[in-house]
């Protein structure tokens, strides 16, 4: 699966569950710089990804998530 | 010795004068023997217990950086994980669990001749082992490197401004500050020391003075009414929040001037507008950690459960976080208590989000302010079972405030005292949380204002502390 394809699947994930039908991601965001992306809704939106594309995060990759271009780079290499 | 201590103020100075003397590669081993000293300071053995803890954790960490295999790796840690726990669960936890087993042998008419045995908890002993802790769980999650230099390591667990009631911090802040070089600044000795003169007005003003009259009132709760309690409840979170609050700053302070930034731990808790947020302005450093090897991990597996994994895991962290405050019903029900709130926000939080949103109110200084008010009412409410001493003392307390008024118990001399205290630190954290660039008194560029105020505060401090009998809420725990 393309770059392109994930972050597209990944905005439409978040848009819902961040209920912000306008937000566009970058690889440079993080979750402080979204509304609503705290350590509850974070939680949902990882299962959510792993159920969207069929993959199973690890503990350690969470801590690895420093923003979302590296969120990106884990789901591609989990696929 | 302690901070409100009168040797610590022959320590600090000399210590900071010894230390900046010596060249600055060696001023990290100056620190660490100034920190064993402090500590063996108040009981020589509680030193065994910081050597054994950083023996272990460098002995592991080592084996964890060492293995290829992943299971060994996560053997490792868990091995030291355990290990370092087990003096503070023995502690903490073995007086309780013993004299529950007497009881319930005692109940079911059986006598055994175990002898009931109270042990002190070390003094700090919970703050550096959540330290290496912490440190384990991220030299295994690849977080951080491991420290090599078992003396910088040893100074991490000991450092003496932290050892005693935290702010519980980060091996990735601290162990890049021991290992450079610090220089002598004037700004941090300056802001340092400004840290410190409003972290002993916030304890010896406010925490000890405050605590008077919440002392008189709870420690003879069933010859006071209703009134006096809902005084004495509503002054207690000033009372920890100054105490502890005080605490932190006195020790980022005493830091800062040794040259070390320190994590913040209480961030103006009481303009929260939600129970969520008020713990992310409330010890900020145990908070945290509590979130990153607790809520984070539990949160993690409960996931596929949704918003109600979110719930459970919230639940049981705060249930933890009871417990160890203490090992008795009162803090089970307080630990519950939280996880409740938090949780139930969790659950309504896209309904205020729109309530807010359809009526325009987030900026309201009305709704502001309610919210504000409720959330420092809620608070209040619930560590009323943290101060009652067990569970039937917290309902009788509770009975007794929603049923039993008549005219308070006024020490008026503590009461005016304890106002006077409250009312500055509302007044800074007020201007501090919506004037920042306004309002500034230590921080003005006029020299007679910077001066006036440390003055006055000093003043207030002389004439109004409190001096005698300055125990830290914290250090029981």
């Known amino acids: 699966m393309e770059k392109t394809e994930v972050t597209e699947k990944l905005t439409l994930i978040l848009r819902k569950v961040l209920n912000n039908d306008s937000l566009v991601l970058r690889d440079d ?46 789901i591609i290499s989990k696929l | 010795m302690t901070f409100t201590s009168f040797n610590f103020l022959i320590f600090f100075p000399l210590l900071a004068v010894i230390y900046y003397l010596f060249p600055a590669r060696l001023r990290w081993i100056v620190l660490l023997i100034a920190s064993y000293f402090f500590y063996i300071n108040i009981k020589p053995v509680y030193a065994l217990l910081t050597t054994g803890i950083t023996l272990s954790t460098y002995l592991f960490t080592r084996l964890i950086d060492k293995s290829d295999s992943e299971p060994r790796k996560k053997a ?7 290990l370092i726990l087990l003096p503070l669960f023995f502690f903490k936890y073995f007086g309780a669990i013993n004299s529950g087993v007497l009881t319930f042998l005692e109940d079911h008419n059986l ?34 490197k491991v420290e090599k230099n078992i003396g910088i390591l040893a100074l991490f667990v000991s450092f003496f401004p932290l050892v005693l009631s935290g702010p519980i911090e980060r091996a990735k802040n601290m162990l890049p500050q021991f290992r450079s070089r610090v220089d002598l600044n004037y700004a941090n000795v300056i802001y340092g020391l400004k840290l410190m003169l409003w972290g002993y ?6 925490a000890d003075r405050t605590g008077i009259y919440i002392d008189a009132v709870f420690n003879n709760f069933l010859n006071h009414n209703g009134t006096s309690l809902l005084i004495a409840s509503l002054l207690r979170p000033f009372q920890v929040y100054t105490d502890l609050g005080g605490y932190s700053l006195i020790a980022i302070g005493t830091a800062r001037i040794l040259g070390f930034k320190v994590m913040c731990n209480f961030n103006r808790p009481f303009f929260a507008t939600s129970m969520g947020e008020f713990w992310r302005r409330w010890h900020i450093s145990l908070i945290t950690w509590l979130t990153d090897y607790i809520y984070t991990p539990l949160s993690f597996t409960f996931r596929k459960l949704r918003i109600w994994g979110i719930v459970l895991a919230l639940l049981i962290t705060f249930l ?25 926000e969790a659950l309504n939080h896209k309904t205020r989000a729109a309530f807010e949103k359809k009526y325009a109110i987030i900026k309201s200084p009305v709704f502001i302010f309610l919210s504000i008010v409720v959330t420092y009412l809620l608070f209040s409410g619930s560590l009323i079972f ?83 009998g300055n125990k830290f809420i914290y250090f029981q725990f």
Not at chain 1, 66 to 71: A, D, E, I, K, T
Not at chain 2, 321 to 326: L, M, P, V
Not at chain 2, 336 to 342: E, H, V
């Open chain 1, 29 to 74: 965001m993080t979750a402080s710089d979204v509304d609503n992306w705290d350590s509850l809704s974070h939680m949902i939106i990882i299962n959510d990804i792993e159920t969207v594309f069929s993959i199973k995060f690890k503990l350690k990759d969470l801590n690895k998530m420093r923003n979302v271009g590296n969120m990106i780079e884990i």
């Open chain 2, 386 to 468: 943290g101060r009652a001493g067990s569970l039937s003392n917290a309902v009788v307390i509770y009975h007794k405030i929603l049923t039993n008024h008549g005219t308070p118990y006024l020490d008026l001399t503590t009461l005016a005292y304890s106002f006077l205290g409250i009312f500055l630190i509302l007044f800074k954290d007020f201007t501090d949380e919506y004037y920042p660039d306004k309002v500034k008194l230590f921080e003005n560029k006029r020299v007679w204002v910077r001066y006036g105020s440390y003055l006055l505060i000093l003043f207030i401090i002389l004439l109004f502390g409190v001096f005698e």
């Open chain 2, 201 to 206: 007005f916030m304890k010896l003003v406010v």
């Open chain 2, 320 to 344: 933890i976080s009871g417990i160890w405050h203490e090992a008795s019903w009162n803090y089970v029900v307080w630990g519950i208590i939280q996880g409740i709130f938090l949780s139930l």
């Open chain 2, 76 to 82: 490792f840690m868990i091995i030291n994980v355990v």
């Open chain 2, 111 to 144: 006598r055994w001749p175990l002898p009931e045995i109270k042990l002190l908890l070390p003094v700090g002993i919970s703050f550096y082992t959540f330290m290496a802790v912490g440190y384990t769980i991220d030299v295994y999650n690849e977080e951080i």
